[in-house]
């Protein structure tokens, strides 16, 4: 399995940015697929965005699209996911997670999941 440490995740006033980071180690970074997903405060965890081990092919989910941009740097073994024009409904804990296809959804993401990292959005 791959290890992934998420970070970046705090506070933030609506309209306003956050940059979340995914470092990666354990197993051939170039070679998986990655993906990001949230979970709201009693709600259940939902996918958010995905980017091939390449970079070449992106997805995004409805309530983010135009507002978020998913990039991987494999020089680095890190993902990350660029949130602009942030709404409350943004908030939540960040996930980031894994597969060897393309997409990384919630049915093919590796079965482990880290810690995460808090996104809160509220004046």
């Known amino acids: 399995q791959v290890h992934l440490v998420e970070s970046g995740g705090g506070l933030v006033q609506p309209g306003g940015s956050l940059r979340l980071s995914c470092a990666a180690s354990?197993?051939?970074?170039?070679?998986?697929?990655m993906g990001w997903f949230r979970q709201a405060p009693g709600k259940e965890r939902e996918f958010v965005s995905t980017?091939?081990?390449?970079?070449?092919?992106?997805d995004y989910a409805d309530s983010v699209q135009g507002r978020f941009t998913i990039a991987r740097d494999n020089a680095q073994n890190t993902v990350y996911l660029q949130m602009n024009s942030l709404k409350p409904e943004d908030t939540g804990v960040y996930y980031c997670?894994?597969?060897?296809?393309?997409?990384?959804?919630?049915?093919?993401?590796?079965?482990?999941w880290g810690q995460g990292t808090q996104v809160t959005v509220s004046s």
């Open positions: 997670n894994a597969a060897r296809t393309y997409p990384v959804t919630l049915a093919t993401a590796f079965d482990s």
């Open positions: 354990g197993r051939t970074f170039s070679s998986i697929s």
């Open positions: 980017i091939s081990w390449g970079g070449g092919r992106t």
